[in-house]
């Protein structure tokens, strides 16, 4: 990621977040990732508001906020980790009403 797109993610998370909200979201999803398995592991989940959703959600956030050139970048990297959550987890037909808050919502981990 660039120091511009670093500067600007600063710039969001003092107006729109919180301090360090993407990066802690970032982090969020590289611990779930590291998981052994196939699937994410649902016995995993904190607490509410702790989950790998609930981190999309920030990164979502985030991208609303971004100028376009920074929106690409962190993009990129949210491509890859959308990847990768896809690839380890079920749909979950049972949530598609979830689905105007995110399709990450509309999978699920290993149970």
């Not at 660039?2 to 919180?18: C, H």
């Not at 979201?25 to 649902?42: D, I, K, S, T, V």
């Not at 100028?67 to 896809?86: M, S």
């Amino acid at each position: 990621m660039s120091a511009r797109t670093r500067a600007a993610i600063r710039r969001v998370e003092d107006l729109e977040l919180w301090p360090n909200a993407v990066a802690d979201a970032l982090a969020r999803f590289e611990r779930a990732f590291q998981q052994p398995g196939r699937y994410l592991n649902a016995s995993e989940v904190s607490s509410p508001g702790m989950e790998v959703e609930d981190a999309r959600d920030v990164l979502e956030q985030a991208m609303l906020h971004l100028p376009c050139g920074a929106r690409r970048d962190l993009g990129r990297l949210i491509g890859r980790i959308d990847a990768e959550f896809e690839r380890r987890t079920l749909p979950e037909p049972n949530n598609v009403e979830l689905a105007v808050s995110g399709w990450w919502w509309t999978r699920m981990r290993e149970r």
